[in-house]
T-cell receptor, first 111, second 117 residues
Framework: KNEVEQSPQNLTAQEGEFITINCSYS?????LHWLQQHPGGGIVSLFM???GKKKHGRLIATINIQEKHSSLHITASHPRDSAVYIC?????????????FGKGTKLTVNP | DAGVIQSPRHEVTEMGQEVTLRCKPI?????LFWYRQTMMRGLELLIY????????DSGMPEDRFSAKMPNASFSTLKIQPSEPRDSAVYFC???????????????FGPGTRLTVT
């Protein structure tokens, strides 16, 4: 079993829909990262969080440490949100900065 | 800042040849990461450096892979000899604990797409 599991693997939505991508992990963590990989291949960090909730524009990330679960929400989705969204965790052992990645969720937003 | 710089952006080489990938981290960042991305395995950490010292190289596949960071502004990942199964996109990223709201956030370079025939 992978340490980081994402669901769904693929997601297709209509413009304007509310999107939720889930991430579950099995290890103790010091932080969880959400990354976005554009169709051209570039990777951008969206959020890094260790508790609670963060919001940036139409994007919201939440984490529940007890349940080892995080969600990424996109409100009023737009075709430009089409990308692969990747969850990654940094373990809480010994100050390591090593990230372990989920396989990603491919989001397609149709106009 | 120019962000993380990687070169070359694309590399096509024949099996058995030596390949060297290069990375310049963001100025002031003291951690540097090399990742490999394939369709089958997704993103995987190969090695990371902190203050130019290798900290975790457990992801380096085998002795054909080596990485160096001779100074704070330059790192190389070398594959010798290369094999077709090394074909992947290789990303470099950097981070710093010192950025107030972005401590330990990783900034990725554009990647090098390697094809070994």
């Amino acid at each position: 079993k992978n340490e980081v599991e994402q669901s769904p693997q693929n997601l297709t939505a209509q413009e304007g829909e509310f999107i939720t991508i889930n991430c579950s992990y099995s290890v103790g963590i010091s932080a969880l990262h959400w990354l976005q990989q554009h169709p051209g291949g570039g990777i951008v960090s969206l959020f890094m969080l260790s508790s609670g909730k963060k919001k940036h524009g139409r994007l919201i990330a939440t984490i529940n440490i007890q349940e080892k679960h995080s969600s990424l929400h996109i409100t009023a989705s737009h075709p430009r949100d089409s990308a692969v969204y990747i969850c990654a965790v940094r373990s809480d052992g010994g100050g390591s900065e090593k990230l372990v990645f989920g396989k990603g969720t491919k989001l397609t937003v149709n106009p | 800042d120019a962000g993380v710089i990687q070169s070359p952006r694309h590399e096509v080489t024949e099996m058995g040849q030596e390949v060297t990938l290069r990375c310049k981290p963001i100025s002031g960042h003291n951690s540097l990461f090399w990742y490999r991305q394939t369709m089958m395995r997704g993103l995987e950490l190969l090695i990371y450096f902190n203050n130019n010292v290798p900290i975790d190289d457990s992801g380096m596949p085998e002795d054909r892979f080596s990485a160096k960071m001779p100074n704070a502004s330059f790192s190389t990942l070398k594959i010798q000899p290369s094999e077709p199964r090394d074909s992947a996109v290789y990303f470099c990223a950097s981070s710093t604990p010192g950025a107030r709201d972005h401590a330990y956030e990783q900034y990725f370079g554009p990647g090098t797409r390697l094809t070994v025939t």
